[in-house]
Nanobody
């Protein structure tokens, strides 16, 4: 099994910066995709940013130029640095990872979610 533990988040004023991180542990052979999603009250969960094992990144239009996703493969950790935060960025942020576990030479895919961390941006 693979588990994710998120940290960071909190309350920040509009225009401020905040970082969140997410570390994976457990039976991990490799992680091919790491992503951050968010869900604001009354809205559906949406993709914020993603990165693959090759280092390519993808961002939602609403956060381009303000948010940066990065990963530390040695630590099985993904980060999201959020700058120039706006009240509309207020949401619960969830990390998501996809990869493979090794069961004695048999590889099984996994997809797991973090527990979510609240980011609140005050105006």
């Amino acid at each position: 099994q693979v588990q994710l533990v998120e940290s960071g988040g909190g309350l920040v004023q509009s225009g401020g910066s905040l970082g969140v991180s997410c570390e994976a542990s457990g039976n991990i052979f490799n992680i091919v995709g790491m992503s951050w999603y968010r869900q604001a009250p009354g809205k559906e969960r949406e993709l914020v940013a993603s990165t693959n094992s090759g280092g390519a990144t993808n961002y939602a239009d609403s956060v381009k130029g303000r948010f940066t996703i990065s990963r530390d493969n040695a630590k099985n950790t993904v980060y999201l640095q959020m700058n120039s935060l706006k009240p509309e960025d207020t949401a619960v942020y969830y990390c998501n990872m996809k990869g493979y576990s090794d069961y004695g030479g048999r590889y099984r895919s996994f997809e797991v979610w973090g527990q979510g961390t609240l980011v609140t941006v005050s105006s």
